[in-house]
Each structure stands twice: as structure tokens, then as C-alpha cells.
């Protein structure tokens, strides 16, 4: 491990040992990743999906269309909707639960305490956050930062899922419960979900998820998790485009 790299883990609470002795073996190939770290879950489809047409809209059409919706209560509330940002052709793909306080002001995604601690688990993995997209399930902020309801989720789904076949990432790290029960439609605990790679069906994407960098802030004990998820992601990454 380099200086550069153990000064990153150690900021995010890592034990060094942890990355001396991955939790995973380096592999060759997804079919590889894939038998080490359990099965495949059955391909997922992104929960209610509903009849909203963006299947056609390049990116400035989307983001209009996002910047001006209307189609859940969240609307009301917002300061302004937080489309996503980064690479529009990266590799990864983040995928957050919605905009807070800070990312409803300025209209970026992952901003503050918990958005510095995602910069340095990227950057532990050799990642900056301008190789990266980033967006949220919810675009805009919902009120008092709640749990959005489902219905709110399925309104605002066919965005993502736009934005997913725009970027054509190889891999997305979802990031939390939220997150994850909205894009893979089910709804079984975070820790079941982790440790194994999840195929989103139809966009065909592999999927890796781990802890909301919100909730590590709060339970930094499960730092160590994170960091076998990030190498699940990494090697996944890997199979997809070698
Ligand atoms: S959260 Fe999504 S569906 Fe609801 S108003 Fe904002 S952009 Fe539209």
C-alpha cells in the first residue's frame, strides 16, 4: 500500500491490516467476481417504474425536464432539483437516496460531512470524484430529511434509470437502504444486500451496495465493511471493462 493510500484509509477509519488482507481475492473475470462474493441475485427491475416517457431524452432534456418537475409533493419544498453531476461517461456510477439541506442550496450532489467522507472512499480506490457520476434517487429534498415514501421514489425513478442508460457505467455502488431498495425493487435488509453483485434488469448493469457515507458518519464501526464492498466494486468494475 502506498503512503498516499494508507493516509486515505486511515482518514476514513480503516484499519491498515484490512487492506493488507482483502477480504476478497483479486480476480480475473465477473463470472470469477461473482462465485467468490455469493451468487448473483436474481435480475431486479427498478421498482415502479411508472409511464413517463424519457426513454428518448438526451441529457439537456433531461435535465429540463427534471429541473422543472412537478409530478410529487416534493416539488414544493425544494429550492431547486439536484439533477446529479460528474463524468457523463464514467465507469461508475454513485447512487445516493436524495438531496439534504446543502445539495438542495447549491444543486450538487453529495455535498458536506458525508459527501468529503465519499471523496476519500473513492479516493481510496484510486477514484476522483470528477471520474465518477453521481446521482440520487429522489432529485429533489425531502422535507426535514425523511425517508422519502415509495410513491415519491416510483414518481422520480425514470430519470435515473435515464440516466443510468446515458452514463452506461459498468459498475453502480449504491449507497444505503433508500437507495438500494429503490433500485433493485426489494426490500431486504442493507446487510443482506452487501457482499454480493446485483444485476438491474433491463438496463443490465451490475450492482454493489454498501453503506450511505451518512449513516458511516454516525456508525463509524462499519468503516471496515465498507472498505470490503469498495474492493467487491472494484473487481467488478474490473470484469465489466478489463
Ligand atoms: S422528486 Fe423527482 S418526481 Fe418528485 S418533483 Fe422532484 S424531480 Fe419530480
Known amino acids: 500500500m502506498d503512503a498516499r ?51 428518448s431524452l438526451d441529457w439537456d432534456a433531461l435535465a429540463g425536464q427534471v429541473a422543472t418537475c412537478t409530478r410529487c409533493a416534493l ?75 415509495p410513491a415519491e421514489a416510483r414518481c422520480c425513478m425514470p430519470f435515473l434509470q435515464r440516466q443510468i442508460e446515458l452514463v452506461d457505467p459498468g459498475l453502480i455502488l449504491c449507497l444505503g437502504r433508500i437507495a438500494a431498495h429503490s433500485l433493485l425493487g426489494v426490500e431486504t435488509p442493507l446487510g443482506q444486500l452487501r457482499g454480493r453483485v446485483h444485476e438491474l434488469k433491463p438496463l443490465g448493469r451490475k450492482v454493489v451496495v454498501t453503506y450511505h457515507p451518512g449513516y458511516l458518519l454516525r456508525t463509524p464501526g462499519e468503516k471496515r465493511k465498507v472498505w470490503a464492498d469498495l474492493q467487491l466494486a472494484m473487481e467488478t468494475a474490473r470484469g465489466q471493462r478489463a
Request: charged share 20%.
Open 5 to 55: 493510500r494508507a493516509a486515505i484509509l486511515e482518514a476514513m477509519g480503516i484499519d491498515r491490516f484490512v487492506a493488507r488482507a482483502p477480504l476478497v481475492e483479486p480476480l480475473s473475470s465477473p463470472s470469477a467476481s461473482v462465485q467468490s462474493t455469493g451468487p448473483v441475485v436474481a435480475p431486479a427491475t427498478p421498482s415502479g417504474v411508472d409511464d413517463l416517457d424519457v426513454a
Open 75 to 149: 416539488a414544493a419544498g425544494r429550492s431547486q432539483s439536484v439533477f446529479g453531476g460528474g463524468d457523463r461517461a464514467a465507469r461508475w456510477m454513485i447512487v445516493g437516496e436524495g438531496p439534504g439541506a446543502e445539495e438542495d442550496r447549491a444543486g450538487e450532489p453529495f455535498l458536506g460531512s458525508a459527501g468529503q467522507l465519499l471523496d476519500s472512499m473513492l479516493q481510496a480506490i484510486g477514484l476522483r470524484r470528477p471520474q465518477v457520476y453521481m446521482a440520487n434517487i429522489l432529485k429533489c429534498r425531502a422535507p426535514g430529511n425523511r425517508d422519502p415514501h
